[in-house]
Structures are given as C-alpha cells and as structure tokens.
C-alpha cells in the first residue's frame, strides 16, 4: 500500500533534477541480452510486450 501519491507534471524534468540518464533508443534488445548475459540479478519479463527483434 503506498505511503503517499505526487503528480510528476513533468517526467523528464523531474529525472534530470536528480542527475538520471535517460536514454533513448530504437530497440531494448541488445540491452536485455546483456542483462541476461551479466551477471545481474534482473528480470525481463516485460519484454514479451516489446516490439519482435528485427
């Protein structure tokens, strides 16, 4: 159960406040393949919901 809610009227504003990179690209699948080949401990189960590999 949350604690409180705050509207982020502005997303990438309220990211670069607080010196986070985000980056934009065209796929997330050479990313989650790293992942997966790292040693993180990390889930991708949401990428069944990405676009297909090209």
Known sequence: ??????????L????LARQVE???VPSLWPLADAVA?????FSNIRMRNAQPRR
Do not use: C
């Open 12 to 15: 990438a504003e309220a990211l």
């Open 22 to 24: 985000l980056r934009i």
């Open 1 to 10: 159960t949350p604690t409180a809610v705050r509207v982020i009227d502005d």
């Open 37 to 41: 080949a790292s040693s993180l401990e």
